[in-house]
């Protein structure tokens, strides 16, 4: 007996996605957090000009 996949389309990813991030939204956001760091996603250069000496003072 052959196995029926059943196809996936961009419509049907989105809504699950949105029932899943509607229903569990602190996980999604808690787990992001977990395994994704941002500061990985900034470069350097806008750190070396967002703490330059000409700027304001930063903390």
Do not use: C, T, W
């Not at 760091?37 to 806008?46: A, C, Q, R, T």
């Amino acid at each position: 007996m052959p196995v029926q996949a059943k196809q996936l389309n961009f419509s049907n990813i989105s809504s699950d996605f949105e029932k899943f991030f509607n229903q569990n939204q602190y996980n999604l956001l808690s787990m992001l957090n977990h395994f994704f760091d941002i500061s990985d996603f900034i470069p350097l250069s806008f750190y070396q000009k967002y703490y330059s000496n000409f700027g304001r003072k930063r903390n």
